[in-house]
Nanobody, 114 residues
Framework: QVQLVESGGDLVQPGGSLRLSCAAS????????INWYRQAPGKRRELVAL???????TYGDSVKGRFTISRDNVKNTVYLQMNSLKPEDTAVYYC????????WGQGTQVTVSS
């Protein structure tokens, strides 16, 4: 049974930092691409970043240079380091993996506000 559990969301001031975690179980973690998405109220879910099994990374244009995705294949965990946060980064952040189907975590709320 595939399970993804996100954590690390919080209320932070503009310019601040957060690190999100996504712990995976039920899959051979190291061989899958892992994605971070986010969804703000009234907006479509958008891809924030992804990391391939080999460690190649891709970022959405709005987060390039501010966010860093990484993975620890021993801990079966993917991280999203978010720096220089802006109010427009406010959203629920989801971890995602595609096997024979799309699997999502429950999400973690990030709120950037003064």
């Amino acid at each position: 049974q595939v399970q993804l559990v996100e954590s690390g969301g919080d209320l932070v001031q503009p310019g601040g930092s957060l690190r999100l975690s996504c712990a995976a179980s039920g899959i051979m973690f190291s061989i899958y691409r892992i994605n971070w998405y986010r969804q703000a109220p009234g907006k479509r879910r958008e891809l924030v970043a992804l990391i391939t099994p080999g460690g190649r990374t891709t970022y959405g244009d709005s987060v390039k240079g501010r966010f860093t995705i990484s993975r620890d294949n021993v801990k079966n965990t993917v991280y999203l380091q978010m720096n220089s946060l802006k109010p427009e980064d406010t959203a629920v952040y989801y971890c995602n993996v595609y096997l024979n189907d799309n699997y999502w975590g429950q999400g973690t709320q990030v709120t950037v506000s003064s």
